[in-house]
């Protein structure tokens, strides 16, 4: 048997109970580690379950996981603007992006995040938003990695730690590989 782990990001429409009890767990993990959909301390497992099954039933939404070795490791959202939104359906926004402490480092974050891309990209997507807490450096070091552009801040975005922190805004131009995309002028890194 090879040493080398098997990655796999997909979108998915459907959860065994294992996959559902295992991403509870990744999430667990990482909202106990300061990230995961927003949550500041973790919900019960049952809560955490019923919001992962909710999220499969909204049209607008596509919930991704990153397997190691068929075992989920993490999550993120890919959401589209309401169907009436007709002036940014070229857009869509990636968000809880997240990797259990325990399996990152290791490429699943970056498998998941491309994952996502490809697919916002299949569905004709144009740009790709996604903000995150200035306190995640491993999210917006990954984002950046990526071709992401931070053009905003919000100065009292969350509250983490008992402390508000500020928000970065980050953009995606999904034009074949970003070569024409013109660049966005960042005074604020």
């Given at each position: ?102 399996a990152r480092g290791r490429g699943l974050g970056r498998a998941l995040a491309r994952a996502v891309i490809r697919s916002a990209r299949a ?67």
């Amino acid at each position: 048997m090879s040493g080398h782990a098997s990655i796999s990001a997909e979108r998915v429409s459907r959860f065994s109970e294992d996959d559902l009890a295992a991403l509870c767990e990744a999430t667990i993990a990482a909202i106990l580690d300061g990230g995961g959909f927003g949550w500041l301390s973790p919900p019960a497992p049952s809560l955490l379950a019923r919001y992962f099954q909710g999220l499969l039933l909204v049209p607008e939404t596509g919930l991704f996981v990153v397997r190691e070795n068929g075992m989920i490791q993490g999550a993120a959202v890919l959401s589209r603007p309401a169907r009436n939104n007709e002036a940014q359906a070229m857009s869509a926004h990636l968000s809880g992006i997240h990797v259990a402490p325990y399996a990152r480092g290791r490429g699943l974050g970056r498998a998941l995040a491309r994952a996502v891309i490809r697919s916002a990209r299949a569905m004709g997507c144009r740009v790709l938003n996604c903000d995150v807490r200035e306190t995640q450096i491993a999210a917006i070091a990954l984002c950046r990695s990526l071709g992401f552009e931070h053009w905003g801040t919000h100065p009292y975005y969350a509250r983490s730690g008992g402390a508000l922190v500020k928000g970065l805004y980050l953009v995606k131009l999904l034009d074949d590989e970003d070569e024409t995309a013109p660049s966005i002028k960042d005074d604020n890194t």
